[in-house]
T-cell receptor
Framework: KAGVTQTPRYLIKTRGQQVTLSCSPISGHRSVSWYQQTPGQGLQFLFEYFSETQRNKGNFPGRFSGRQFSNSRSEMNVSTLELGDSALYLC???????????FGSGTRLTVV | GQQVMQIPQYQHVQEGEDFTTYCNSSTTLSNIQWYKQRPGGHPVFLIQLVKSGEVKKQKRLTFQFGEAKKNSSLHITATQTTDVGTYFCAGLDTGKLIFGQGTTLQVKP
């Protein structure tokens, strides 16, 4: 079956702009989580959605937001981009949070 | 909130040597998961441990979950160059999967 698909793969944005990243989970997976990965901070939890509801949120500022649609596809948005937002953004899906996650290949965001 | 610590941060071994990474949580875990991320890749799920004292094997990889469910380890016997990558443990904290910082393994052929 198809894996987790994230688009776009690479993105370059300017400080102050906003960006929207997309994630299509594995068919049948209703839980979608987002992570920010940087060399210094590792994998940081952003938020988790389940059946269109945000169930958990990490310690990120309100500039980071997300949503999930009825078909389980998810988007995350970052407004007023800062240089420190440059990172690999990973989406992961699972059937339930008690099972292992399947990660997408990520979106590499560079803020200049 | 929960913190998951992993040691060592880096490990360089000669091919054929063994490798172990350790994971410790500040709180009791309901389960622990292990992932591997190859250079330039994304994390790939390896295994989940649920029971206290559980030991699971996958070929040359042995995973253990501590009796108190607050620590875990991954041991690789006779490393190969294909084992190169970063190994992460992750624990569930009120629905959030919290990752350790990872151990990066380099294997010299």
């Amino acid at each position: 079956k198809a894996g987790v698909t994230q688009t776009p793969r690479y993105l370059i944005k300017t400080r102050g702009q906003q960006v929207t990243l997309s994630c299509s989970p594995i068919s049948g997976h209703r839980s979608v989580s987002w992570y920010q990965q940087t060399p210094g901070q590792g994998l940081q939890f952003l938020f988790e959605y389940f059946s269109e509801t945000q169930r958990n949120k990490g310690n990120f500022p309100g500039r980071f937001s997300g949503r999930q649609f009825s078909n389980s596809r998810s988007e995350m948005n970052v407004s007023t981009l800062e240089l420190g937002d440059s990172a690999l953004y990973l989406c992961a899906s699972s059937f339930t949070t008690q099972e292992g996650y399947t990660f997408g290949s990520g979106t590499r965001l560079t803020v200049v | 909130g929960q913190q998951v610590m992993q040691i060592p941060q880096y490990q360089h071994v000669q091919e054929g040597e063994d490798f172990t990474t350790y994971c410790n949580s500040s709180t009791t875990l309901s389960n622990i998961q292990w992932y591997k991320q190859r250079p330039g890749g994304h994390p790939v799920f390896l295994i989940q441990l649920v029971k206290s004292g559980e030991v699971k094997k996958q070929k040359r990889l042995t995973f253990q979950f501590g009796e108190a469910k607050k620590n875990s380890s991954l041991h690789i016997t006779a490393t190969q160059t294909t084992d190169v990558g970063t190994y992460f443990c992750a624990g569930l904290d009120t629905g959030k999967l919290i990752f350790g910082q990872g151990t990066t393994l380099q294997v010299k052929p």
